[in-house]
């Protein structure tokens, strides 16, 4: 039992540990990279976010990845 106990506390150790990520978005033949510092996964995935939007009846798709 203990040991169960010690690896479940080792994995979400790890699993909230701050590092760097990367977010890599793409619109069309357009890239884009913006790093996102000391961030949980969570995190940085709240902020990678891919997005779609209308102006002037033209539709806009971002596609955003995190790496």
């Known amino acids: 039992m203990k040991k169960i ?3 479940a506390s080792v994995i ?4 909230a ?3 760097d990520y990367t977010c890599t978005c793409t619109t069309g033949s357009f890239s884009s990279t913006t790093t ?3 961030a949980t996964k969570r995190q940085a995935q709240a902020n990678c976010v ?13 596609d955003c990845s995190l790496k």
């Open 5 to 7: 106990l010690v690896i």
């Open 12 to 15: 979400a150790f790890f699993s």
């Open 17 to 19: 540990c701050k590092k």
């Open 36 to 38: 996102i510092k000391d």
């Open 50 to 62: 891919s997005y779609k939007y209308t102006a002037n009846n033209v539709t806009v798709e971002t």
